[in-house]
């Protein structure tokens, strides 16, 4: 395998992740939902993908299970935000602190160990021109999400109840059915992201293995603006970053520093992106 198609497949497997929870937190934000809690459903879908995969055999049922119960965990957002009116943000750190716990006590509970769970007999997803098939299912949702959002009705609602919920409830719509719904698809989709993580890129579960990849999600959802093409670049300078540091840790410079490269491109971006847009602002007279 050459260089070059070797550092693309490590772009890929490094992009899905970061893709799927991006485009859940994406789905949220037009919702008027600021879900900061990716990284707490992403680990959440980690540990079920592999618990159910450990035990059935069955890395496609490790899936299931994984999106299932991330899409309960968002509940915790969704009942907090929404129904009760709490301070989403709080909510979100709440959830990425409460999902480190548990999993790490239900993985010495489980199977009796701590750090990490690997063994032989734990399946993983399969690879289809080196990527597993839910790679190819996040290209698709990008296409998905975006024709839903710019072009289908349930997409216009949500970018309605996102943008003007009063007038969204009095035109007939309802804007609490709706978040839940965002939310529940963010859980979806943070779900996969675990799965991908945690039997796609390897076999294994670690404690914190999500690494701040779900804070890198949500760094994605306000870089792209909450559009799917503009998150998907996004995600995908991350991804390039991350697959760089690891070939420049192969060359010989330290790890912290090549694990530390891709936190810090993303905050670079997002630096610069936040000064571009003030200059436009003072240029124009609108207050951002």
Known sequence: MSLES???????????????????GAICER????NIGLEGMMLIGCF???TTSWFTGSPWLGVLAAALAAAAYSLILAVGAVTLRGD??????????????LTGFLLRTVFGVRGTFDDPALAGLPLIGGQSPLAYLSWAAVGLTAFTLSRHVLG????????APEAAA??????VKYRYGAVLAAGT????????????NVTLFSENMTAGRGWIAVVAVMLGRAAPIGVLLAALLFAVAEAVGFRLQGLGLPQQATDAAPYAVTLAALFLTTAGRRRAARTTGVVV
Do not use: H
């Not at 070797?6 to 859940?24: E, H, K, W």
């Not at 709080?90 to 990425?96: D, H, W």
């Not at 216009?156 to 943008?163: A, F, I, T």
């Open 170 to 175: 009095a035109l007939g719509v309802n804007p």
């Open 88 to 101: 989403a943000v709080v909510l979100g750190v709440a959830m990425n602190l409460l999902a480190l716990g």
């Open 31 to 34: 919702a008027g939902v600021f």
């Open 48 to 50: 079920s993908a592999v």
């Open 6 to 24: 070797d550092l693309f497949l490590s772009v890929m497997r490094a992009l899905t992740p970061i893709l799927l929870a991006a485009l859940g």
């Open 189 to 200: 989709l943070c779900g996969l992201a675990g799965a991908q993580l945690a039997l796609g």
């Open 156 to 163: 216009l609602r949500l970018r309605g109840v996102g943008e």
